[in-house]
């Protein structure tokens, strides 16, 4: 597996995102012919190297013709990206980012999230940095994110309805929750977009917590600053064997909602390729039900729990990967998560890994990986059934930390 850490302690935004994905190797020529199956409007993307605060770092310009008034809603940007000819995981990735700024952006002027109109991200360029990442990653062969605390600097910036102190409203609404850098410098140092980013795509914000480096990039912004680097650093590294990246690491509860559809005319060879490309698409679990449906057919529900951000792309991933003609969302509920971290424990014949569930700091869960268990059935001819009862004697002679 490859992860990308993403350093964001002088903030980010989605050009300095997308740069730092050319610094590890994304070709712009590749990145342009992707990006053409979605925009029709001509435009060029160059790079070029430049040296800022005494580090070399890639800075990407976006040339594009003036598209005077022209405003995309966030509906048009959805369609836009849906009916593309992009990779699956892109675009599923690229609807995430769209729909959690579609929401900060309904919470600030307190509008539906259908009637949206992205003002400030709706040029080509910032359209450009949202899906473009998302094609990067994928380029790039990334499976997951981690992101650094960001940093969001400090006075004011300008909004089309005027001067907004910083953090901008929707990336105040877009950060909640997240932890902050304790870095303090003048300017918006995260900007929305970059926000939106992190929000929809980062697995978890902490340390990096990665077993090896495997290459190191920097993606310059725009501005230049007398005190410090206007860079994010962008780390391609190989997840420890026994840390799971994906985690959140620590107990805490957020909210959820079920996205939920009723399907009797799809074989489940679709159906399991549909599971899986609902957990790609960011759903948290996914299971199906068998039901009898009108007429006396046999069908199935299929559900899949996810974060309220990720509604949208979940959403849009049913649509393409089901026959479904329409989706009952529930919600939204709480759900409220155990610290969690991996062992890897020596059985003396081989290795698995372990889950271990924490509640106010207290042992509560431990449970072994699967596939971990399946692979050392394989490799020592030991039944599956006994390697769990071997782990669930070690684990109860106290081997939980």
């Known amino acids: ?13 989605g050009d300095m995102m997308l740069a730092g994905l050319i610094d590890l190797g994304l070709e712009p020529a590749a990145l342009t012919r992707e990006l053409a199956k979605l925009i029709s409007e001509p435009f060029n993307l160059r790079s070029e190297t430049i040296n800022t605060g005494g580090v070399r770092a890639t800075r990407l310009v976006v ?11 966030a509906s048009d940007l959805t369609q836009m990206v849906a009916e593309s000819d992009l990779p699956p995981r892109a675009r599923q990735r690229s609807l995430a ?14 509008i539906p999230k259908s009637a949206v109109s992205f003002h400030e991200v709706g040029a080509v360029d910032s359209i450009i940095d949202m899906v473009g990442t998302a094609i ?13 605390p960001p ?89 420890r064997p026994n840390i799971d990246p994906n985690s959140p690491g620590q107990e805490h509860t957020e909210p959820v909602s079920v996205i939920s559809a009723n399907l009797d005319d799809l074989s489940p060879e679709l159906l399991a390729h549909a599971s899986r490309q609902l957990l790609a698409a960011g759903a948290l679990d996914v299971w ?14 299929l559900n899949a ?21 329409g989706v009952r ?14 062992r890897r424990l020596d059985l003396g014949y081989g290795q698995v890994d372990v889950k271990i569930g924490q509640y106010h700091g207290q042992v509560v869960q431990a449970s072994p990986e699967y596939e971990t268990v399946a692979s050392l059935s394989r490799a020592s001819g030991r039944s599956a059934r006994a390697i769990y009862a071997d782990v669930a004697t070690r684990l109860g002679n106290g081997n939980l930390a």
């Open 288 to 301: 199906m039900e068998p039901v009898v449906m009108k007429k006396g057919r046999p069908g199935m529900v």
């Open 97 to 110: 980012i769209i729909d959690v700024l579609a929401q900060a952006e309904a919470r600030v002027h307190g």
């Open 136 to 148: 990067g990653l994928e380029w790039l062969g990334i499976d997951g994110l981690v992101f650094s």
């Open 305 to 325: 729990l996810t974060r309220t951000d990720a509604e949208e792309a979940v959403t849009a991933c049913f649509f393409h990967e089901t026959s479904t003609f």
């Open 151 to 239: 940093a969001l600097g400090r006075g004011t910036v300008a909004c089309r309805h005027g001067l907004y102190p910083i953090p901008a409203p929707a990336t105040a609404y877009l950060l909640e929750g997240v932890p902050l850098a304790d870095f303090d410098a003048e300017g918006e140092l995260t900007t929305p977009t970059g926000a939106a980013i992190l929000r929809a795509l980062a697995s978890t914000v902490g340390p990096f917590r990665g077993s090896s480096l495997l290459k190191v990039g920097y993606g310059a912004g725009s501005r230049t600053y007398s005190d410090h680097p206007n860079v994010i650093r962008a780390i391609q590294f190989e997840p």
């Open 329 to 342: 969302i529930s919600g939204p509920m709480r759900r409220h998560a155990l610290a969690r971290h991996l």
């Open 63 to 73: 040339e594009c013709e003036d598209q005077g008034h022209v405003h995309r809603t």
């Open 1 to 13: 597996m490859a992860w990308l850490y993403v350093d964001a302690i002088f903030g980010i935004s």
